[in-house]
């Protein structure tokens, strides 16, 4: 295993016959991710959010399409995928070598399916797993220690909880490792898709649910509720929607390009004494804007937290504690 330097169904496995590993000339080729050189990557779930990375890893150029197997409890949809992509639709049996020798590259499973079926995917395969591999998660609520009891104690374990808008690659994903993983190599694939943030304590992806992967719900909200704002001052659903979505957008950017400046400081740039913005934000304060954001992120960590437990509370029950 390298270490760091600093509701579907069981998969049914799959192989091919042989496949030789060619290089091709360096004028010929795209510049993939170095960080992804040595890996087979296996997309285990091809659904919304396991296609948007797949995509997103691809059209970025960070993986060689030819290092991608893409595996769905139906078939199909991973047979579309992986035609999609010039992927492949299962894992080879034998790799050779520039030298025509056999090898197995280290593997990065990528688990995209949901919470209750990720038992069923890790238990199907974890005869295969190896201590070269890596197996990355995606589904909320199941933690380490669980994917740890299911896919047995070789491969090394990774949590991800990215959102939705990797589906334009402008996600925000939160991953962690069990402290044995290539975190270079995991950071490759949710940087494809969006911005990366490493999290070091667990039980912190409750917040991280609560921001980022409930997040844009909230954002959607806000972006209708400013539209219907327009629409009822007069101006057409279109314009107001395409104001409304435009101005989240570049206040984002700005946050984001200007973090050494305190939002309150670049609120502040915008609220000029007596004017329209100062008059906006009182509004926004007797109607509890903030307070009400923030009581929402605390619901949706505190219910990330409960469903946790539940799945938990569930395994013990079926299979006792992990000792």
Same mark, same amino acid.
């Given at each position: 295993?390298?270490?760091?330097? @600093? ?7 799959? =192989? ?16 993939? @991710? +170095? ?18 990375? =797949? ?22 949809? +991973? ?21 025509? %020798? ?43 220690? *669980? ?30 490792? @069990? ?5 270079? +190599? ?25 921001? *980022? ?31 409304? *979505? ?9 946050? %984001? ?11 502040? %740039? ?33 219910? *990330? ?19």
């Amino acid at each position: 295993m390298m270490h760091e330097s @600093d509701d579907t169904p069981e998969i049914t496995p799959s =192989a091919d016959t042989e496949t030789r590993v060619v290089p091709a000339l360096a004028d010929e080729t795209p510049s993939f @991710d +170095a960080r992804l050189d040595d890996y087979l990557v296996i997309l285990l779930g091809c659904g919304k959010m396991g296609r948007a990375l =797949a995509e997103g890893w691809i059209d970025s150029g960070a993986l060689d399409p030819r290092r991608l197997v893409c595996l769905d409890a139906h078939e199909k949809t +991973a047979q579309d995928l992986a035609d999609d992509l010039d992927a492949r639709e299962a894992i080879p049996e034998i790799e050779l070598d520039e030298n025509d %020798q056999p090898t197995r590259r280290p593997r990065l499973y990528v688990v995209a399916v949901k919470p209750g079926d990720v038992r069923a995917v890790l238990e199907s395969r974890h005869e295969e797993f190896t201590d070269e591999d890596t197996i990355i998660s995606i589904a909320a609520g199941v933690k380490i220690a *669980s994917m740890r009891r299911y896919a047995g104690p070789l491969a090394g374990m990774a949590r991800a909880m990215p959102n939705t808008p990797a589906l334009v690659g402008a996600g925000v994903t939160g991953v962690m490792g @069990d402290g044995t993983v290539d975190m270079a +190599a995991v950071g490759a694939l949710f940087e494809a898709v969006g911005k990366v943030v490493r999290i070091k304590d667990e039980d912190h992806f409750h917040a991280l649910t609560a921001i *980022s992967g409930s997040g844009p719900a909230y954002i959607f909200t806000a972006v209708e509720a400013l539209a219907d704002g327009g629409v009822f001052m007069g101006l057409d659903r279109k314009t107001a929607i395409e104001l409304a *979505s435009g101005v989240m957008e570049g206040a984002a950017r700005l946050a %984001q390009e200007r973090s050494y400046v305190h939002t309150a400081e670049l609120k502040d %740039q915008v609220a000029s004494p007596g004017g329209t913005t100062i008059a906006a934000l009182v509004a926004l304060e007797e109607h509890g804007f903030r307070h009400a954001l923030i009581r929402a992120v605390e619901a949706a960590a505190r219910r *990330s937290a409960e469903l946790s437990e539940e799945v938990s509370e569930r395994r013990i029950e079926e299979e006792g504690p992990i000792g």
